[in-house]
């Protein structure tokens, strides 16, 4: 139709620069087929593909994760000898890493003969992205004894491998470079250090990150609460979350989560409440993301009712809502009660996920519903669940006590 009138409309003016500049426009507006669909007829009219639309083509094709697209385009990249071309390079490094094919980007990065900070970083953020820390971290010290010197972003990636206690010596090794290049200073990295310290469970060294900090906004707030709800330090958690508040910062959805995790259990449920109030004088108490967690902590703290008062409550609920009422009810064993929610649930559309049939086939378990059983056995099959070790185990467990 309209489409193809057009594409052929730009074919007939010949190879100028405003086919491709076509291309990368349907790209950037997230119409990848039509961006393809032009660029096929401009190669079969024998014109060449410049590496701003190689570009162009591969970043789109990443942002959806396109590999099988992406993997077409690579094999005309290597056919016209782009491939080691840095800008066409970098893109595809970025395309395989958010494929989730990090072989595939380093094969593409060895390739590239004058790679930049801005190939190093890419190849080093595939790592952390995907799980290789060490990886990632080896890569970034090949980096400097090539001689590049890492930007803000190329710290911030490898700091943001360092996710777990084994790697706190590491990330100390990286703060070090920091503070040389004179970066500890800023916000951003700050925050950064903060949040990689507290991951990696070294809170003294997390608070000594924040204190030193000349300027603190919400997200580096948030980053510490976060850090010592994340390490049981409960009283801490709720300190800063006062002391936020002598700065005269306002807390955030954020704020709100961090510190209702740290309130989820029974001994803390009247601080649970007077942090419901602050939400409420905040206006997010119908938000989902925050009711949810209201919902939760209530849940934890075993009073249910609350925690249907505030489930009811939330605007736009989505299977999260669902999914921590019906648990908050059957922990509690309120078995039959969680069995008519998730029958609520189905009413309103709502497709359960794998916790909820946990949830719901433990109910069943615990009050011998069996006929019920059956059906969320049913209802299982259906969803392609039933394959899944947790679910099977489940299901097996039900039958047995029904």
Not at 201 to 216: I, T, V
Request: charged share 20%.
């Amino acid at each position: 139709g309209s489409r193809c009138f057009r594409c052929s409309m730009f074919l007939e003016e010949g190879p100028s620069g405003n086919d491709s500049a076509e291309v990368r426009r349907f790209c950037e507006q997230g119409r990848l087929n039509e961006a393809v669909e032009l660029w096929d007829r401009l190669d079969r009219k024998g014109f060449l593909t410049n590496p701003d639309t190689y570009g162009s083509l591969l970043q789109a094709c990443g942002n959806k994760k396109l590999l099988a697209m992406g993997k077409r385009i690579h094999a005309h990249i290597i056919k016209t000898g782009f491939e080691r071309h840095r800008f066409v390079g970098n893109h595809l490094i970025l395309l395989y890493n958010k494929c989730e094919r990090v072989l595939d980007a380093r094969h593409v990065f060895d390739k590239i003969p004058n790679r930049n900070v801005v190939s190093w970083t890419t190849m080093i953020a595939g790592y952390a992205r995907n799980g290789f820390a060490e990886e990632a971290f080896e890569l970034f010290q090949q980096m400097l004894c090539n001689g590049l010197e890492p930007n803000k972003i190329t710290f911030i990636t490898v700091l943001s491998a360092c996710c777990s206690p084994g790697f706190l010596s590491i990330g100390k090794l990286v703060h070090a470079h920091i503070i040389n290049k004179r970066m500890e200073s800023d916000v951003v990295m700050g925050t950064i250090l903060v949040n990689m310290y507290s991951k990696c469970g070294s809170m003294n060294d997390a608070g000594q990150m924040f204190a030193k900090m000349s300027e603190r906004d919400v997200v580096a707030w948030n980053a510490l609460i976060a850090g010592y709800a994340l390490n049981g330090c409960v009283r801490k958690a709720l300190h800063f979350f006062q002391a936020m508040q002598y700065e005269d910062l306002k807390p955030d959805k954020i704020t709100f989560i961090n510190i209702l995790n740290v309130c989820a259990r029974p001994e803390f449920l009247a601080l649970g409440k007077i942090i419901h109030g602050h939400i409420i004088h905040s206006r997010l108490q119908s938000d989902v993301v925050v009711g949810t967690a209201l919902v939760s902590m209530y849940g934890k703290c075993g009073s249910l009712d609350e925690a249907l008062r505030t489930f009811d409550q939330i605007l736009d609920r989505n299977v999260a809502s669902w999914r921590v009422v019906i648990a908050a009810y059957v922990r509690q064993g309120h078995g039959l009660e969680a069995l008519q929610l998730f029958q609520e649930m189905q009413l309103e559309g709502m497709i359960p996920d794998k916790f909820i049939f946990l949830s719901i086939l433990s109910a069943c378990a615990s009050h011998a519903a069996l006929a019920e059983g059956k059906r969320i056995h049913a209802l299982i099959a259906d969803n392609g669940l039933e394959t899944d070790i947790a679910i099977g185990n489940a299901i097996v467990s039900m039958y047995g006590k029904c």
